[in-house]
C-alpha cells in the first residue's frame, strides 16, 4: 500500500516536473521569429495631376531643417527584473494553453481546462520568469546599445541625404528643369520632409509566448518622410503626399554591432528608397 502511494507521488512529481521541463524547452526553442531581412515600402500615395504637373516649370528642391522624430517602439528587455517580468507574461500564456486546451471542449471538460490553465499558468510563470531574467540583456548593456543607435540617427543628416537624391534623380531620371539657388524664388518648391525615424517591431502576436522575440525583439528600421509642392511667390501648397521605408530586421543589440555601422547602411538605403518614391510619385507615375 506504501508502495502505491509512493509510486503515485513519484508520478504526480514526474508530471509537474515534465511540464516544467516542456514549457523551459517551449521558451527557449522560440528564441527568435525568422525573417528574411529586405527593404520594403508602403503604398505609394496618388501621384499629382498632368494638368498640376505641366504647371511646374522649373522646380527648386529644398529639405526642412527639423530633426526627425526617433522613437524606439520596441525594445529589448533590460535586466533581470525586466527580462522575467516578461518570460513570467510569456510562460504563462504558454502553460494556460497546454493545459487549458479542455476548456474548448466545453461542459464538465471546461472544469478541468479551468482548472489546467491556472495550474499552467503558474508553472509557467515561474519557468518563463527564469528563463527571461537568463536571456535578458543586462540593464548597462542596454543602455549603451541604444544610446549607440540613438546618436547614430541623429547623426545621419538623413534631411540632406533625401534632398541631395532627389536631386540627383530628377536631373538622372526626368526631364523637370531644377532651379539654381539663384533662381529658387522664382520656381515651384518641392519641400522633402523626414517626419520619423522609428526601430518597430512585429506586433507580440507575432511572437511565440516567451520567446526572446519578447525578450529582445527584431526591430525594422522605418522611416517615414513627405513631400509638399509649393508654388514660390503665394507659398500655396499645390500637392503633399507622405512615403514610407521599411528596412532590415535585427536586434537592437544588432543595429549597435560594430559601431552602428548597420544603422548608417541602413539610412543610406532609406535616403535612396524615399527620394525615388518621392520622384516617381511626383513626376512618373500616371494617376
Known amino acids: 500500500m ?6 503515485g507521488l513519484l508520478s504526480v512529481r514526474s508530471s509537474k516536473v515534465f511540464r516544467l521541463l516542456l514549457l523551459i524547452v517551449l521558451l527557449s526553442g522560440c528564441s527568435r521569429v525568422s525573417v528574411i531581412p529586405k527593404d520594403l515600402h508602403g503604398p505609394l500615395p496618388p501621384p499629382p495631376s498632368e494638368s498640376l504637373r505641366s504647371e511646374l516649370g522649373t522646380v527648386w528642391v529644398a529639405s526642412s531643417l527639423a530633426q526627425p522624430g526617433i522613437e524606439f517602439v520596441q525594445t529589448p528587455a533590460s535586466g533581470l527584473w525586466s527580462g522575467a517580468g516578461r518570460g513570467a507574461g510569456g510562460g504563462a500564456a504558454i502553460g494556460c494553453a497546454i493545459l487549458g ?7 464538465p471538460a471546461a472544469i478541468i481546462g479551468f482548472i489546467g490553465c491556472a495550474g499552467g499558468a503558474t508553472v509557467g510563470a515561474i519557468s518563463g520568469s527564469i528563463y527571461g531574467a537568463f536571456a535578458a540583456e543586462p540593464a548597462k548593456t542596454v543602455e549603451v546599445v541604444m544610446t549607440t543607435v540613438r546618436n547614430t540617427l541623429m547623426s545621419s543628416e538623413i534631411q540632406q541625404r533625401v534632398q541631395d537624391q532627389v536631386r540627383e534623380l530628377i536631373t538622372t531620371h526626368t526631364h523637370v528643369p531644377q532651379a539654381t539657388s539663384d533662381e529658387s524664388a522664382a520656381a515651384t518648391r518641392l519641400e522633402t520632409e523626414v517626419l520619423s525615424i522609428q526601430l518597430d517591431g512585429l506586433p507580440p502576436l507575432a511572437y511565440s509566448p516567451g520567446s526572446t522575440g519578447m525578450i529582445n525583439p527584431s526591430v525594422r528600421l522605418v522611416v517615414t518622410a513627405q513631400a509638399r509642392l509649393i508654388r514660390t511667390h503665394d507659398k500655396e501648397e499645390l500637392y503633399i503626399a507622405r512615403f514610407e521605408y521599411w528596412g532590415a530586421r535585427m536586434t537592437v543589440p544588432e543595429w549597435a554591432s560594430n559601431n552602428a555601422q548597420p544603422v548608417r547602411d541602413g539610412i543610406d538605403r532609406a535616403a535612396l528608397a524615399l527620394a525615388e518614391q518621392i520622384v516617381d510619385v511626383v513626376f512618373l507615375l500616371s494617376r
Not at 101 to 107: E, I, N, S
Request: aromatic share 16%; hydrophobic share 55%; proline share 8%.
Open 2 to 7: 506504501n508502495a502505491l502511494i509512493l509510486s
Open 101 to 107: 486546451w479542455p476548456v474548448y471542449l466545453g461542459g
